[in-house]
C-alpha cells in the first residue's frame, strides 16, 4: 500500500509561484507513473501534469502547459510540481497520484490507484 503525502500549497497572488512536493511511502516508487489532478469547488477533478517512472516523459493538460513542470526524484521518493505565472483560475486542490499499471503515463483518474489528501492552492487576483 502507498502513502501520498502533498506539501506547499497556500495563498499567492496572480503571476506568482508556487512549489508543491508529494512524497511517497511503502511501495517501488520507481516503478509507478506519478501524476497531479486538481478539483475547484464544484467542478470535477482534472488532471494537470504526470511523469513516467523515470522521468523521461511528462505530459500537460493544455491549460498548464508552458506554466507547470513535473519532476521527480527516485531516490527520495518525491514527485514535484512548480507552478509559474498562476492565475485565479488555478485555484484548487491539488492531489497527487500514483499508478502501478504498465503505462508511460496517465491522463486519466481511473488510470490511478494511490491519491494523496490535497493540498490547497488559492491565486489571488
Known amino acids: 500500500q502507498v502513502q501520498l503525502v502533498e506539501s506547499g500549497g497556500g495563498l499567492v497572488q496572480a503571476g506568482g509561484s508556487l512549489r508543491l512536493s508529494c512524497a511517497a511511502s511503502?511501495?517501488?516508487?520507481?516503478?509507478?507513473?506519478m501524476g497531479w489532478f486538481r478539483q475547484a469547488p464544484g467542478k470535477e477533478r482534472e488532471f494537470v501534469a504526470t511523469v513516467s517512472w523515470r522521468g523521461g516523459t511528462t505530459y500537460y493538460a493544455d491549460s498548464v502547459k508552458g506554466r507547470f513542470t513535473i519532476s521527480r526524484d527516485n531516490k527520495n521518493d518525491t514527485v514535484d510540481l512548480q507552478m509559474n505565472s498562476l492565475k485565479p483560475e488555478d485555484t484548487a486542490v491539488y492531489y497527487c497520484?500514483?499508478?502501478?499499471?504498465?503505462?508511460?503515463?496517465?491522463?486519466?483518474?481511473?488510470?490511478?490507484?494511490?491519491w494523496g489528501q490535497g493540498t490547497q492552492v488559492t491565486v489571488s487576483s
Open positions: 511503502g511501495g517501488t516508487f520507481v516503478t509507478y507513473v
Open positions: 497520484a500514483a499508478d502501478d499499471g504498465h503505462s508511460l503515463i496517465a491522463t486519466t483518474k481511473g488510470e490511478y490507484d494511490y
